[in-house]
């Protein structure tokens, strides 16, 4: 049985303020309304949409959904929103079992939301979600409470509402008009209809503030947090000092790389590579290139870090453990933490660098080299 998302977005909606109708006006970016059609285009089991536009807002919707892969049916609205479902209905192609009525100001609905309604649909007429009401109620007038009303068996009404197609269409050709949804108008009609969860975050955008607690679900909902893990050794050679993250070390030995050998630096670097799915350093900086021999590994962090920013990512932390006997670490940690914030420019206590020796087994414990291992994490807001 094919579905069909009706969104309805014919409304005014002045209560949010504004210089254009609330479904046009941007949320971290994005239209509502385009937001709110993406999520119904995107969901499996959505087979068609339809949206329901006020006729003075045609250009407004082809800004709103720019850019976006729509393949959306578009009607004229009515001056009351039973008008405008009714016109939607029209639009539903009559193959469509099932329609989702929406409102066009719920950008947040959630894809098991909807699939909560459809499910529902398996066994009743219509379906829409709900959330118990929990805080006390009471009756009041002339701003003074009257009486404390029950609050037992009743709900806080979100969209979609679910119904079978040919049932909605009769109740809506029945019905005088002014009902508040399109529930109203299904019982109005006798038909069943079963409640299903609801969601919290599935706003609808009425007023100025109710942006705000949107644009902070999205960013909980859309947060892209990555792990990337380096790992780098470096033998010694002969030498006076070793590079750790940016900084001499004075030691009898020095390491041996085709660059500075910076073997710290190096594992912070390849871990951001890492949470980038996007290679290593000799992939970016290929040893067989002589333009590297003996570059300062600053380089090649500092790129690293750029490309993390041009995807939209920000470094969270940074933890890196070296493993040697020799030299000691504790003395120029701070000096090295240091740096490195600096290099990557974020704060000294998103950086760590620790130290650890092998128990003088293998080729560290023998003091053949250092190896260093590096955790580092991204986050795009």
Not at 117 to 139: C, E, K, Q, S
Request: hydrophobic share 45%; charged share 25%.
């Amino acid at each position: 049985m094919t579905v069909t998302a009706l969104i309805v977005a014919a409304g005014r909606g002045t209560r949010a303020g504004g210089d254009r109708p609330k479904q046009y006006q941007a949320l971290m970016g994005r239209a509502i309304l385009g937001r709110t059609l993406a999520a119904f285009a995107a969901h499996p089991r959505v087979d068609a949409l339809v949206a329901v536009l006020h006729p003075d807002d045609d250009d407004l919707f082809a800004e709103a959904v720019a850019g976006l892969d729509l393949d959306v049916t578009t009607v004229h609205g009515g001056a009351t929103r039973d008008a405008s479902v009714q016109a939607g209905l029209a639009a539903v192609a009559d193959e469509s079992g099932l329609v989702l009525i929406h409102d066009g100001a719920r950008p947040l609905v959630a894809p098991d939301l909807i699939d909560r309604v459809i499910d529902a649909l398996a066994d009743h007429p219509g379906a829409a979600p709900a959330l118990p009401v929990t805080d006390a109620l009471w009756r009041g007038a002339d701003g003074k409470v009257q009486a404390p009303h029950p609050r037992d068996g009743l709900f806080r009404a979100q969209t979609p509402q679910g119904f079978h197609l040919r049932a909605i269409r009769a109740a809506h050709d029945a019905h005088p008009g002014g009902a508040a949804d399109d529930v109203e108008v299904a019982l109005a009609a006798g038909l069943d209809v079963a409640i299903v969860q609801g969601d919290e975050d599935n706003l609808k955008i009425t007023h100025p503030e109710d942006f705000a607690r949107a644009a902070r679900v999205l960013r909980e909902r859309d947060m892209d947090i990555r792990t990337g893990n380096g790992f780098d050794v470096h033998a010694f050679c002969e030498g006076d000092g070793v590079i750790l993250c940016g900084v001499k070390v004075p030691h009898d030995k020095a390491l041996k790389g085709h660059s500075d050998a910076d073997v710290g630096m190096h594992a912070v670097t390849d871990a951001i590579y890492g949470a980038l799915a996007d290679g290593d350093i000799g992939q970016h900086f290929p040893p067989s290139d002589p333009q590297w021999k003996g570059a300062p590994s600053d380089i090649f962090l500092k790129h690293a870090v750029a490309l993390a920013g041009e995807r939209g990512y920000r470094i969270s932390n940074a933890d890196l453990t070296l493993i040697c006997e020799r030299p000691k670490i504790g003395p120029v940690a701070g000096a090295m933490r240091a740096e490195m914030a600096r290099l990557i420019g974020i704060d000294l206590d998103r950086i760590s660098v620790k130290a650890t020796t092998s128990e003088q087994l293998g080729f560290t414990g023998r003091q053949e080299g250092i190896a260093a291992l590096a955790t580092v994490t991204l986050v795009k807001p």
